[in-house]
Nanobody
Framework: QLQLVESGGGLVQPGGSLRLSCRPSGGTLNRYSILWFRQSPGKEREGLSCVTSASTNTKYADSVKGRFTTSRRNAENTAWLQMTRLKPEDTGTYYC??????????????????WGQGTQVTVSS
């Protein structure tokens, strides 16, 4: 079974940037669409972005649209979430997840095949 590992989290000042990575500890991401989620203190888990297996389709939550960019390079077996203009409300634990959806418009979270363990992002001065 695919196991995902996130990295790249940390402490950053408001307005700063971070790039999160998602890699499998075994297997390959090639067939999977990759989602990024955020769990912030006192809030429900929020889906942030999606990129399909061949990067033909992406989708973003309104809260991050224009600030975050999801991408992937199958040759490197890696997906990324580039985060810019970070705000204190972006603080949380960030997770990547994988599923076999052909389009970001047909995501079914109940059919997620694999989750990462999460990486903490703290936006604070």
């Amino acid at each position: 079974q695919l196991q995902l590992v996130e990295s790249g989290g940390g402490l950053v000042q408001p307005g700063g940037s971070l790039r999160l990575s998602c890699r499998p500890s075994g297997g390959t991401l090639n067939r999977y669409s990759i989602l990024w989620f955020r769990q912030s203190p006192g809030k429900e888990r929020e889906g942030l972005s999606c990129v399909t297996s061949a990067s033909t389709n992406t989708k973003y939550a309104d809260s991050v649209k224009g600030r975050f960019t999801t991408s992937r390079r199958n040759a490197e077996n890696t997906a990324w979430l580039q985060m810019t203009r970070l705000k204190p409300e972006d603080t949380g634990t960030y997770y990547c997840a994988a599923g076999l959806w052909r389009s970001c418009e047909t995501i079914d979270e109940s059919s997620i095949d694999s989750w990462g363990q999460g990486t903490q992002v703290t936006v604070s001065s």
